[in-house]
C-alpha cells in the first residue's frame, strides 16, 4: 500500500494542472496509464477560449455558451468558467506557454459558434504547447510523483468515502491511499468505430465512478466533431473548426458547397448542425467523406497557422496547397460525466473529478469549441483551492488497510478482442450522429449480453480486458440515456423524436444505478473533511 495526500488519476491538462494547483507541501501521486504526453489534451489543436479582446466581454463568451449548450447549461458554472478564464491564461503565460501574437498581442482567432475573435492559439498544436509547459513544471516540482504506466483500476470505497484507488503499475497492483482523489482520466472516444481521440479514451473514469454507485449526468451527449480526416489506413486526425473560421470551405463530391442549405452560419455552424449536414450529404451521395477545401484560406496563412494540418494531410498523400482534403465526421467529446458542483466535488466524498471526464454544467447539450481545455484550467484550480480550505485531514488515509489485491485470474482473450472489435461498430451504428429506439434497443441488449459474459473479468484480470469491460460499461449507459431521451437537442439526435421538447429541458442522472431525469440545476455537494 503507497499513501499520499492526494491522487491524481491522468495526466491531461484536467490532471496536470490539478497535481500543479494543490498545496506544494502535499505529496501527489500523478498517475497515468501510458505517458505523461498521450492524452487528448497533447492532441487538441485549434486552441483556448478567453475574453482577451476589448470587442469582446464575459457576457458574450456566456451567451455564446449558452446557445451552443442548446439550453441545458448551468448558468453559474458558464459564468465562473467565462470570468476565470483570463487569470488562468495569464497563468499559463507564466509559467511559459508559447500562444501566438500578433504585433506584440495575443493573437486570437475566431471558431464556430463563437461571436468573436477569442481563441487563443500555438499555431495548430496548441495541447501540444500546452501540456509541454505543464510537463515541465511537474517534472520540476519535488512533490509530485509521476508514475507513468499505471492503470487506475477501481477506487477504494470505506465509510462511504474514497480512500483512493487499486493501481496496476506495470503488472504490480497495489493501493494507492489518500484522503483526496482527482478523476482526471478525459473521455471515451473508443467506444465509437470513428474518433478523434487517443487509444487512451477508454471510458475508465466513468466506469469506475459507475461501479462505486457516483452520480453520472447527461452521458447521452456526445459531439461529433465534422471534419476528421477520411482516408483509408489514416487515423482520424482532427482537420481543426479554426480551418473553417479562417475561412475553409466543405464542398461535396460533386464540387458544390452545402452548408448554406442547412445553416444561416454555413460553414461556421455549430458543430452538431455541421456534422449532421456532412452526414446527410454523405448519406444522400452514397460517399464515405465529403472535402474541405483549405485554399481559399491562402498559402501563406496556412503555413503559419496549420504546419500540422497541412504535414500530417501531405503524409498521407493530400497536398493541401493543391487539393481538397476527404474528411467525415467522428466522434469527439462526451459532454456529460461524473456529476461535479462548481469545486469539482462528487457525491462520493474525497473523490473529485474535472475535464472531461466530469460533467460540471458548462457544455450542457453542445460543447461551444475551445471551450474544453479551458474548463480543465478553471476547475483544476477550484478544486486546489477547496481542497485546501476544506480542513481535510492529510493523514486520513493511511489508517485504512486494503486486502493485497489477488493473482491474476483467466479470462477468455478471443471473446475479449471479439468485442473490443465489434463494440465500436454497434455504438458508431446504434448511438452515433443520428439515433432511434430500435437501434438503441438493440444496441443496449446486445451490450448487456456482452457485460453479462464478461462478468468474471475482476479487478484481477489485465489490462486490455479491464478497459474492454470499462468501454462496455460506458456504452452501455450511453445508450441507456440516449434512449430515455425522446428528444433531439445539441450532440443528441434522435431520427424518432427529431426537434427539441420543453418538457425535456432536464438533466439525465444516473445514480446507485437508476436513471432518471432531474431539473436543471447547479449540483450541491456538502463539503466533507477528514
Ligand atoms: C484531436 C483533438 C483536438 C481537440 N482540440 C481541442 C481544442 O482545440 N480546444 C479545446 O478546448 N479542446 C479540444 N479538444 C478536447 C480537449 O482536448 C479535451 O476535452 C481535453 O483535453 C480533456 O482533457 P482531460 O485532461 O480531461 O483528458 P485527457 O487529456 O484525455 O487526459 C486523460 C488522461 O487520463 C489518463 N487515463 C485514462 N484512464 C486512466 C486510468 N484508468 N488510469 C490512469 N490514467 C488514465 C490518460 O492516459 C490521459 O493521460 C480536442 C480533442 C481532441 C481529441
Redesign the pocket.
Known sequence: MKAYDAIV????????YTALKLPREWRIAL????N?T????????????AVVEPDDSFRLHYEDTLAAGAGLCEPEAVRVLVEEAPERIRELIALGVEFDRYQGRLAVTLEAAHSRRRILHAADA??RELVRALVEEVRDLGNIRVVEE????DLALDGGRCRGVLVDALGVREWYMSPVTVL????A?QVFAYT???A???G??IA?AARAGVALRDLEFVQFHPTALAIDGAPRF?I?EAVRGEGGQLVNLAGERFMGRYHPQGELAPRDVVARAIFDQMQSSGATHVLIDLRPIGEATIEQRFPNIAHVCRKFGVDVFSEAVPVAPAA??WMGGVLTDLDGRTSLPGLFA????ASTGVHGANRL??????E?LVFAHRIAEAVRSSGISRTAAGIIHFPPAAAQSPVNFELVQRIRNEMPWLVWRTCGIIREADGLRRGLEQLQMWKQQLSGVDATTERATLEVRNLVIAAELLLKSALLRTESRGGHYRSDHPAPDPAWQVHTEIAEGRLFQTPLAVAKIRPTSG
Open positions: 488519476i491522468g495526466s491531461g491538462a484536467a490532471g496536470l498517475l497515468t496509464k501510458e505523461l498521450l492524452s487528448s489534451s497533447q492532441w487538441a489543436q485549434g486552441g483556448i477560449a496548441t495541447g499505471a492503470l487506475a483500476i482526471a482520466t478525459g473521455g472516444g478523434t481521440n487517443p487512451v479514451a477508454t475508465d473514469g469506475m482532427l481543426s469527439h467529446y474535472v475535464g472531461e471526464v469549441a475551445s471551450n474544453s481545455l479551458l480543465c
